[in-house]
T-cell receptor, first 117, second 115 residues
Framework: DQQVKQNSPSLSVQEGRISILNCDYT??????FLWYKKYPAEGPTFLIS???IKDKNEDGRFTVFLNKSAKHLSLHIVPSQPGDSAVYFC????????????????WGAGTKLIIKP | NAGVMQNPRHLVRRRGQEARLRCSPM?????VYWYRQLPEEGLKFMVY????????ESGMPKERFSAEFPKEGPSILRIQQVVRGDSAAYFC?????????????FGEGSRLTVL
């Protein structure tokens, strides 16, 4: 029972173009979403997050969009750079559960992004 | 300015042996979390510890797995009598306080292979 789904195992994008990574969720209790980036043989690193009270959050080349009615979020990277090649994980938490549960991130399976030169 | 340190990075065990994975959190962090990643899957929460206390072990298998975070020294995830299905990457993360944003600092992981 996957509550967070990343349906594209991999994505290949030309350098300089826009990368769009998608994530769907099923649990309407989720109210905070995060994207983590992971290089091979390294741990995930936090990239960007969004609260359910917003529909967009931007940080430099990275923008996350949230569509609550569709239970869908996406990460846009523009322009894409070779160093962006990594696995991107979408994760969700429900802060409504209370602080004690806010570390229990529910993760998608990840999308491997390949930036072609 | 060390980050979260995990060792060993790679561990090979035969079925029935014990595996011990260690995690030193970032300096100043007293909250430690263990996650497991099976091949082709996302990370799954296992256990949350503060110094000398297990706060939440709801994600940890009831048997063979245990975790501790002593007053001195690293946090240890212990797997007794390992089986092939335990082969995975085990990630430790830390935070300075009980996080309410999910923003965790992860180590590089320990990759356990059970033969």
């Amino acid at each position: 029972d996957q509550q967070v789904k990343q349906n594209s195992p991999s994505l290949s994008v030309q350098e300089g173009r826009i990368s769009i990574l998608n994530c769907d969720y099923t649990n309407s209790m989720f109210d905070y979403f995060l994207w983590y980036k992971k290089y091979p043989a390294e741990g995930p690193t936090f990239l960007i997050s969004i609260s359910s009270i917003k529909d967009k959050n931007e940080d430099g080349r990275f923008t996350v969009f949230l569509n609550k009615s569709a239970k869908h979020l996406s990460l846009h990277i523009v322009p894409s750079q070779p160093g962006d090649s990594a696995v991107y994980f979408c994760a969700a938490i429900s802060r409504a559960w209370g602080m004690d549960s806010n570390y229990q991130l529910i993760w998608g399976a990840g999308t491997k992004l390949i930036i072609k030169p | 300015n060390a980050g979260v340190m995990q060792n060993p990075r790679h561990l090979v065990r035969r079925r029935g042996q014990e595996a011990r994975l260690r995690c030193s959190p970032m300096k100043g962090h007293s909250h430690v979390y263990w996650y497991r990643q099976l091949p082709e899957e996302g990370l799954k929460f296992m256990v949350y510890l503060q110094k000398e206390n297990i706060i939440d072990e709801s994600g940890m298998p009831k048997e063979r797995f245990s975790a501790e975070f002593p007053k001195e020294g690293p946090s240890i995830l212990r797997i007794q009598q390992v089986v092939r299905g335990d082969s995975a990457a085990y990630f430790c993360a830390s935070s300075p306080t009980a996080t309410n944003t999910g923003e965790l600092f992860f180590g590089e992981g320990s990759r356990l292979t059970v033969l």
